[in-house]
């Protein structure tokens, strides 16, 4: 599977953007979709994952905030972010697996490029 995420820019506080997460091959809708962060001198952090059968999780830190949905029949996974705030800065990856152990990095088999997002204060 090769992933190809995009939807990344430089946003005001308050604003929102939708990160897509295109995938290859015809297996997608058997993984689990993850999303991952990376903010500059830190360690890469869970923000959100998506089962095969649209179960999905959140991390607390964009709780109420980012939203993670899939279509399978276009082998893509999204992350819709509102109301950004600086400490959203972050390269924003995303990531597929076999659904387990979804909040770590170990869970997943395949990463896509990782795409910024910048929110000025």
């Known amino acids: 599977v090769q992933l190809q995420a995009s939807g990344g820019g430089l946003v005001q506080i308050g604003d929102s953007l939708r990160l897509s997460c295109a995938a290859s091959?015809?297996?997608?809708?058997?993984?689990?979709m993850g999303w991952f962060r990376q903010a500059p001198g830190k360690e890469r952090a869970f923000v959100g994952a998506?089962?095969?059968?649209?179960?999905?999780t959140i991390s607390d830190s964009v709780k109420g905030r980012f939203t993670i949905s899939r279509d399978n029949a276009k082998n893509t996974v999204y992350l819709q972010m509102n109301s950004l705030k600086p400490e959203d800065t972050a390269v924003y990856y995303c990531?597929?697996?076999?659904?387990?152990?979804?909040?770590?990095?170990?869970?997943?088999?395949?990463w896509g490029q990782g795409t910024l997002v910048t929110v000025s204060s």
């Open positions: 998506i089962s095969r059968w649209s179960s999905h």
């Open positions: 990531a597929a697996g076999p659904g387990v152990s979804i909040k770590t990095i170990s869970g997943y088999s395949y």
């Open positions: 091959g015809r297996t997608f809708s058997t993984y689990s």
